[in-house]
Every structure is written in C-alpha cells, then in structure tokens.
C-alpha cells in the first residue's frame, strides 16, 4: 500500500489554519497513524484510527477521513507546530509511511 | 515512564552485518508488539518490520526482506534486528517504536545510527 501525502512543503504563519493530505493507494478502512517530527528527534505520536488523538496532543489537533482520504488539520498554528508531519498507515500486513510534509515558517 | 534504548549502530563496509538491540522498560513488554523504523540523512520514515507478542507473526518491508530478521527476548524485554549483507542504502538511523496495540507506535527510542561506508 503506497501513501502520497500533500503538500510536500508548506509556508505558514503563527496562527494560520493548516491541512496536510493524505491519500492511500487502496482502501484502508481507519487505520491511519499521524506523527510530528523535529531535526534530530524521533518522531511523536500524534492521532490513531485517523482521527483519535492520543493522550497529551493539544485539541488543535484533528484528524478526519477513512478509506483513502484522509487529513490532518492544525487550527491556530502554533510556534511549536513548525516540524514535519508523516501518516502511517497500519492495514493488515503491511505498515507505510507518507513521505513527509514539512510544516515551514512563512 | 517508558523508555526504549537503541544500541549496536555503527559503521560496517558493504555486505557486513550487524545487530541491533532494543532495550524496553517502563511498560509490559510482554504484552506489546514491536517495530523498527529507519530514517536515511535527510530523508522520510521507512519503516521495516514488525514483531507480535508471542513472534508468531513477523513482517517486513520489501526493502529489506530476505536480508534483516527481527526477533525478541521478552524476559530480557529486548527487541533484535539483525541485518545482514548490507547495502549503501541502508545507511540511516534505526528506531525501535511500541505498537499501541491496535494501531499507531506510541512511543520511540532515540534512534542508533548505521553507516554502510567503504
């Protein structure tokens, strides 16, 4: 299963409204994953089942979509928000990562 | 709190091995599939297997299938990946990540780098 994400790049103020796409190359029914990476660090958990947020994620946070579209918004971006942003999907037996939508300081 | 440690990462010429290890604490390591990730220099995730509870179910990416085998010590609470006939493009830094169970890796270590150099 390949996942395409866009943008790729994405130039944004502090308090902007931010939606980065995801698209799965077949259905994956919910089993979608969102990650926040910063230069040097692992990544960070963020939503499961595509729009569950895990524990500790700020409520600016918000996933949506199933099947093979899928989103993550940012509403207010914040001045920790500035990283780049990866789905993941989980379906059966296979695991794939989007390529990466990095999140940039307009 | 959870913690996973990465170790083993080094440098090894091409067609070498090596083995990596992960170390968990903080969580039921017996009740947690597991998985490794790899991020090239400047590049996206890929991740490249994963590994039930009991290892009765075992995957891989295509890009390393045949060549990497993962396993676990669940009373050492380690996770392995063994990597053999290394390649250029395998240079990158290895993460281990939980599974939450049900979907999701939850919580990562803090990576070991591989470099496959002449």
């Known amino acids: 299963i390949q996942m395409t994400q866009s943008p790729s790049t994405l130039s944004a103020s502090v308090g902007d409204r931010v939606t980065i796409t995801c698209r799965a190359s077949?259905?994956?029914?919910?089993?979608l994953a969102w990650y926040q990476q910063k230069p040097g660090k692992a990544p960070k958990f963020l939503i499961y089942?595509?729009?569950t947020l895990q524990s500790g994620v700020p409520s600016r946070f918000s996933g949506s979509g199933s099947g093979t579209e899928f989103t993550l918004t940012i509403t207010s971006l914040q001045p920790d928000d500035f990283a780049t942003y990866y789905c993941?999907?989980?379906?059966?037996?296979?695991?794939?990562f989007g390529q990466g939508t990095k999140v940039e300081i307009k | 709190e959870v913690h996973l440690v990465e170790s083993g990462g080094t440098l090894v010429q091409p067609g070498g091995s090596l083995r990596l290890s992960c170390a968990a604490s903080g969580f039921t390591f017996s009740s947690y599939s597991m998985n490794w990730v790899r991020q090239a220099p400047g590049k996206g995730l890929e991740w490249i297997s994963y590994?039930?509870?009991?290892?009765?179910?075992?995957l891989y990416s295509d890009s390393v299938k045949g060549r990497f085998t993962i396993s676990r010590d669940n009373a050492k609470n380690s996770v392995y990946l063994q990597m053999n006939s290394l390649r250029d493009e395998d240079t990158a830094v290895y993460y281990c990540a939980k599974d939450r169970g049900g979907g999701g890796l939850d919580y990562w270590g803090q990576g070991t780098l591989v470099t496959v150099s002449s």
């Open positions: 993941q999907q989980y379906n059966g037996y296979s695991r794939t």
């Open positions: 077949q259905s994956i029914s919910y089993s």
């Open positions: 089942q595509a729009s």
């Open positions: 590994i039930t509870v009991r290892s009765d179910t075992i």
